[in-house]
């Protein structure tokens, strides 16, 4: 019994040796590294920009390293003493995605990106690692970063800020910062009014309404010249604060803006986690990065509960990278044969492992049937169904499988729950980013 104690507090002192101090490391502020990621289909390469000491830190001063495996990067940062690893994090980006598509087979590109992680105390060396298609990390980037360096630029506020939904203390909460696009002066209390929408929105969703107590969602005003958004299919430019248009990709509803570090710039202004573009249009669009930023319509009449469930799906994909359920909708090229993908809601059943089978009836077929007469585009009673690993994900009919026949990630318009997966991993998340 000595001996069994013995290894115990041995095993406990191990794990303690390892958890990193906030207050030792790092000051309660943000340090924004900046860059240009440039590539093809084929190539892939890292640029840097500059550094930006931002006045708020919103994060967890407890869970700084991100175990949990998801994204296409990550990034790190470690003490360039000891190489003591601080502070990591998992994203994605449109950079990234338009890598898989076919223009990137024809054609370079690059787009402004940026990351940010809690100013540190002494010298460091930032990271940045990309998953292959066999699921290994490799580096693709790496620099010193001395934090006492005249050349950081100080960020200097200097738009209008609003609480729309404040609950308690940063660090306890996931922060999130609301951001207008296409919303002209004229249009601000339009904009507060799609705010307090948006708010309600999500919260009216599980597991995000049984977590409101966890969220801060605050918005920064930040007008556009012109109101509505692009639409380069129909012609139609406007100048906004965002630069976000329609057609990204060529795909008429993906709605995106490729310049991350002016979202930094509005975003800076509070403290946040995630931010989150309101679009100022009525045509169903939207789409969203985990890590990166999520952007959607906020006035869809055609489909009024479109865009309450849209907000709750697209967050779905930024909190944590959930993958889209359905079918079709994208030509990109996401995901390798043979390689399990890295999202908690997808499975490839390589080896004809489930992920979530320890969650599942073991008298449950892998693969699982559809239910007879299952048609996407009509609703059902969730409780009737089975979890289990039905084919059709990930935008591909074969391949790649799904956690349940629908669920907010899927189809969404005859849903209005997620399936118990991504209610398991979004309510996990959450907590880690709570501790």
């Known amino acids: 019994m000595k001996q069994f104690l013995s290894i115990l507090l041995l095993c406990n002192m191990s794990l303690a040796a390892f958890a990193v101090d906030f207050n030792q490391w790092f000051l309660n502020k943000t340090m924004r590294f900046d860059y240009y990621h440039a590539g093809s289909a084929t190539t892939e390469t890292i640029y840097f920009d500059e550094i930006i000491e931002e006045p708020h830190f919103a994060g967890s001063k407890t869970s700084l390293i991100d175990n949990f495996g998801y994204g296409a990067y990550r990034f790190s940062i470690s003490d360039k003493a000891s190489g003591t690893l601080l502070y990591q994090r998992g994203y994605c980006t449109l950079m990234q995605e338009w890598m898989t598509t076919p223009e990137a087979k024809t054609m370079s590109r690059a787009m402004p990106e940026s990351i940010t992680f809690p100013y540190p105390r002494k010298a460091v060396t930032l990271t ?38 404040y609950q308690g203390n940063a660090e306890k909460a996931v922060d999130v910062v609301l951001i207008p696009e296409g919303y002209t002066e004229a249009d601000k209390a339009e904009f507060m009014k799609d705010c307090n929408k948006f708010a309600e929105s999500l919260f009216s969703y599980a597991p995000y309404g049984d977590n409101k107590h966890r969220f801060n969602i605050r918005a920064v005003w930040a007008p556009s010249q012109d109101s509505g ?5 129909e012609n139609i430019w406007k100048n906004t604060a965002c630069k976000a248009m329609y057609y990204t990709f060529d795909s008429e509803r993906y709605q995106m803006t ?13 403290p946040y986690d ?5 679009s100022n249009s ?30 709750a799906h697209e967050f779905g994909h930024l909190l944590l990278g959930l993958g889209d359920e359905y079918v079709g909708g994208s030509d990109t090229e996401m995901y390798a044969p043979g ?5 908690a809601n997808l499975t490839a059943l390589v ?9 599942m009836d073991a008298k449950t077929p892998i693969p699982t049937p559809h239910p007879k007469g299952y048609d996407r585009a009509n609703s059902y009673d969730m409780k009737d169904w089975k979890l289990g690993a039905y084919e059709g994900g990930g935008y591909l009919e074969k391949g790649i499988y799904r956690p349940m026949p629908n669920c907010m990630m899927n189809w969404m318009h005859t849903q209005d729950l997620f399936c118990p997966v991504c209610d398991k991993t979004i309510r996990e998340y959450i907590a880690f980013l709570t501790k």
């Open 128 to 165: 940045i690692e990309v998953r292959d298609k066999k699921n290994a990390f490799h580096k693709l980037y790496s620099q010193d970063i001395d934090p006492e360096s005249y050349f950081i630029r100080k960020f200097t506020p200097t738009l209008e800020t609003m609480d729309i939904a």
């Open 229 to 233: 958004v692009s639409i380069p299919g």
């Open 258 to 270: 490729d310049d991350m570090q002016n979202l930094r710039d509005i975003a800076a202004h509070v």
């Open 274 to 278: 995630y931010i989150y573009i309101i």
């Open 282 to 311: 009525q045509k169903y669009g939207g789409g969203a990065i985990y890590n990166w930023y999520g952007i959607s319509a906020a006035h869809i009449y055609s489909r009024p509960e479109s865009t309450r469930k849209t907000y």
């Open 339 to 343: 390689t399990e993908p890295w999202e």
């Open 351 to 359: 080896d004809g492992k489930c992920k979530w089978q320890d969650m």
